[in-house]
């Protein structure tokens, strides 16, 4: 066994990973709220990656704010998107919400490919985290393991802010029954709002993260999509803690099938996912209603 | 000519006036225009038979009704084209008949989930003095875990601390135990001593007749009659009709 194969493997896996978890935990605590699968979300993770690129090319706004600016101006986008289409959703069949973002998903990224081709445009490592660090069994850029850190933390306080706070017992009260939480004297309509703006703003924090490592290109979004689709079903619809789980531990497995078995690393995630949905159809950690 | 059989002598203008309201849930019309009023420091009670429009009343009343029409007053203040969420900030609270414990809140967040509306709300000591039972369950997991009893006291319980001073209580006593119903009954009577103002629905006619200082009965989307609890005794034989029993 090669350990330095494997752990370049590994890392590789918890990098994918950490997209995984970021993009799954914002389509959660969508669906949760809006009840709405949104197709649009690799869109829009595209687009955190490409606002990142216009602030620096256009504004010469670096990395880290880039990593605030671009989470909140796609969230904007993202409220407008909600405002403007969404709401009108309410109450209607999942497929209709499904429908309309993967048509909204469509144009955008059709937009961005007319404008910008299908190739990358490159994205440099900010300077503080170039190079990297021998660890004797492998060598680790340190850009891969702060996207990792960094991941894992912002999960961490999602989960904390919707589990643990007195704002988050108000989405998952609304989740359950909004029409309860509004005659209490909460504005639900506006909640549900911010929480499509934040699940949004989370798809492009992953988008900004990522345009160091893999270009910012228009389908970087549709490609990365699909598997997290495949993760929010293992990992449960709406479970917050779930989607993050399994979203590390499936880049993981990914990552070491990479490295056992390379010819099924692209399938083991669906493999996976069959499984979950035979034997536990409502995913892993999922609430049985 | 209702009027006339309610309490003479109160000078304010009624804390809650109902008129003309109609309400519709999709293409049904529920409610043909009710018409009561609720003043300040009373219990008053709607009944009325399965499906006779007494929690849509509550209902359209807290604004959770979409089609609705006529007025709803409360304090003086318009509020039939309000939303639910404007209509509890000005002190209105509501107890749903499905009690609406949340499965994904454990107990302690059950209970602190409704925000302060006005300053005044009952402080966590005076609740658990009132329902002593949960505090002990207050560290329990989830809210939908505790008995019938208990999460119906939750129920009461949580919109006790937002300072709301008007209350409307869906079938408190729905599906308990009598000694549970005993207590929710002492329970109305001492809001009722300390101020609020309450709207009950009910079944339980005989539960009523303890806590309320009027009623109402609802028919087919109205207000067919009303009275005080002090003329219960010569209104018993129409009681007895209107309500099938």
């Known amino acids: ?289 | 000519m209702l009027e006339a059989r309610q309490h003479s002598g109160a000078s304010a203008s009624p804390l809650l006036e109902v008129a003309g309201l109609e309400a519709w849930y999709g293409e049904s019309h529920i409610l043909h225009g009710v018409d009561f009023q609720v003043r300040e420091g009373e219990v008053v009670t709607l009944l009325g038979r399965n499906g006779a429009g007494k929690t849509t009343t509550l209902k359209s009343i807290m604004g959770i009704i979409g089609k609705r029409r006529g007025s709803v007053k409360f304090e003086g203040r318009e509020i039939i084209r309000a939303s639910s969420d404007h209509i509890a900030r000005l002190g209105v609270a509501f107890c749903p008949e499905e009690r609406g414990i949340f499965a994904s809140l454990d107990v302690r967040e059950n209970l602190m989930l409704p925000p302060e509306v006005r300053p005044g709300g009952l402080s966590l000591d005076q609740i658990f003095d009132l329902f002593p039972n949960l505090k002990e369950r207050l560290s329990s997991s989830q809210g939908t875990k505790l008995s019938g009893g208990e999460q119906q006291m939750l129920a009461i319980a949580r919109i006790l601390r937002t300072g709301a001073r008007f209350l409307m209580l869906d079938e408190p006593t729905e599906g308990l135990a009598p000694v549970i119903i005993q207590q929710i009954g002492r329970t109305i009577a001492r809001l009722k001593s300390e101020g609020f103002t309450i709207l009950l629905v009910e079944q339980n006619f005989r539960f009523a007749s303890t806590v309320a200082d009027r009623f109402y009965i609802v028919e087919h989307g109205k207000i067919i009659d009303g009275f005080a609890n002090a003329d219960l005794g010569a209104n018993m034989d129409k009681l007895h009709t209107y309500l099938g029993v």
């Open chain 1, 1 to 289: 066994m090669n350990i330095q194969a494997l752990s370049a493997q590994l890392l590789v896996g918890l990098i994918n990973g950490s997209f995984y978890a970021l993009l799954s935990l914002g389509l959660a605590v969508i669906f949760g709220m809006l009840n709405v699968i949104n197709f649009a979300h690799g869109a829009l993770y595209m687009m955190g990656a490409f606002c990142a690129y216009f602030l620096l090319n256009l504004f010469g706004i670096g990395y880290w704010p880039a990593l605030i600016i671009a989470p909140i101006v796609v969230g904007l986008f993202g409220i407008l998107m909600e405002r403007s289409l969404l709401q009108w959703l309410t109450g209607l069949d999942h497929l209709y919400g499904l429908l309309l973002t993967f048509g909204v998903a469509l144009i955008l990224q059709g937009l961005f490919q007319n404008y910008f081709g299908s190739s990358g445009l490159p994205y440099a490592i900010p300077t503080e985290l170039q190079g990297g660090v021998n660890l004797g069994f492998m060598f680790l850029p340190i850009y891969r393991g702060w996207v990792v850190i960094f991941s894992l933390v912002v999960c961490l306080v999602t989960w904390y802010l919707i589990e643990r706070t007195q704002l988050g017992a108000y989405l998952r009260a609304a989740t359950e029954n909004p029409t309860l939480v509004r005659a209490f004297g909460i504005n639900v309509p506006r909640m549900i709002t911010l929480t499509f703006g934040f699940g949004v703003g989370l798809a492009a924090l992953a988008g900004v993260l990522s345009a160091p490592i893999n270009q910012v290109r228009p389908l970087m979004g549709a490609d990365l999509i699909i598997v997290v689709f495949a993760v929010v079903v293992i990992g449960g619809m709406g479970s917050i803690m779930g989607s993050i789980i399994t979203g590390f531990a499936l880049g993981v497995i990914e990552g070491l099938t990479k490295y056992f078995y390379p010819e099924a690393s692209n399938t083991v995630v669906f493999v996976f996912m069959v499984l979950v949905l035979l034997l536990k159809p409502t995913g892993l950690t999922g609430r049985a209603t």
